[in-house]
T-cell receptor
Framework: AQKITQTQPGMFVQEKEAVTLDCTYD???????LFWYKQPSSGEMIFLIY??????QNATEGRYSLNFQKARKSANLVISASQLGDSAMYFC????????????FGQGTTLQVKP | NAGVTQTPKFRILKIGQSMTLQCTQD?????MYWYRQDPGMGLKLIYY???????DKGEVPNGYNVSRSTTEDFPLRLELAAPSQTSVYFC??????????FGQGTRLTVV
């Protein structure tokens, strides 16, 4: 069965510093995607970054990068130069690319950026 | 370019009532999903579909039903509503690769 683990319920970071949010996954699928979403207090789900399991390069989207270590089954999100607007809940998800299409989310990490 | 549209945005149900949450996407995505999110928690997969006519149970399917008669629509049916179904419900869709698109969510309260 698929399982996503985010071990940091809450994180603090100083404005303008970098922060890493951890995510490990467990899947038996050969092909899968790895995703990070941001959920601000307003509640909407905002897509941040995607990595395919066969992509050799780590994905980057502006200040977001995904540190993909396939052998360790880890997909950590790195946010560089944190901004106050980055304060939100962050969710890691995996799946959605195999024949099954199943897409499972982790329990989330709350990030607070301090001025 | 509507993306994923969920209706209604808010609903209050009485215990034992039934309702259908509607979800429509206009991106011709094969994969569609229903999640529920309890306060302060992550998203739990209720049901998902990999194409018209194909649906499968997720992590928490009890008390819900779905159908997928077209590529665009993926309604979620709640039968005999219970207080435990009070939650925020999200519908999402995606293509084979790349990001998933989410609807704005439905806040459901069962009293």
């Amino acid at each position: 069965a698929q399982k996503i683990t985010q071990t940091q319920p809450g994180m603090f970071v100083q404005e303008k510093e970098a922060v890493t949010l951890d995510c490990t996954y467990d899947t038996s699928d050969q092909s899968y995607g790895l995703f990070w979403y941001k959920q601000p207090s307003s509640g909407e789900m905002i897509f941040l970054i995607y990595q395919g399991s066969y992509d050799e390069q780590n994905a980057t989207e502006g200040r977001y990068s995904l540190n993909f270590q396939k052998a360790r089954k880890s997909a950590n999100l790195v946010i560089s130069a944190s901004q106050l607007g980055d304060s939100a809940m962050y969710f890691c998800a995996a799946g959605g690319s195999s024949n099954t299409g199943k897409l499972i989310f982790g329990q989330g990490t709350t990030l607070q950026v301090k001025p | 370019n509507a993306g994923v549209t969920q209706t209604p945005k808010f609903r209050i149900l009485k215990i034992g009532q039934s309702m259908t949450l509607q979800c429509t996407q206009d991106m011709n995505h094969n994969y569609m999903y229903w999640y529920r999110q309890d306060p302060g928690m992550g998203l739990k997969l209720i049901y998902y579909s990999v194409g018209a006519g194909i649906t499968d149970k997720g992590e928490v399917p009890n008390g819900y039903n779905v159908s997928r008669s077209t590529t665009e629509d993926f309604p979620l049916r709640l039968e005999l509503a219970a207080p435990s179904q009070t939650s925020v419900y999200f519908c999402a869709s995606k293509g084979f690769r790349g990001k998933g698109f989410f609807g704005q969510g439905t806040r459901l309260t069962v009293v």
